[in-house]
């Protein structure tokens, strides 16, 4: 069964993508910090942005605001948002 991280949408097919390789995890390893806790959404647009700016050359500024498209869709900030 593949389930899809909550954070960052990330398919989890295996056992290991899951944080602390827990499949009872809905967030995937790269979503956790090193004790399995889930990142906060700052934490975890900081990293989505830092990835699009390295890997993508994007400008910080936009970089953040692409990041913050991306996670607002996803289930675990989704709450976050509708109440904005
Ligand atoms: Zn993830």
Known sequence: MTANCIACGMPMDRQEDHALADAARPYCRYCAREDG?????????????????STQGLDRTVAESQAATILRQLPAWRERHSRT
């Open 37 to 53: 806790t889930m990142l906060s959404y700052p934490e975890k647009l900081a990293g989505y942005a830092g990835w699009l700016v």
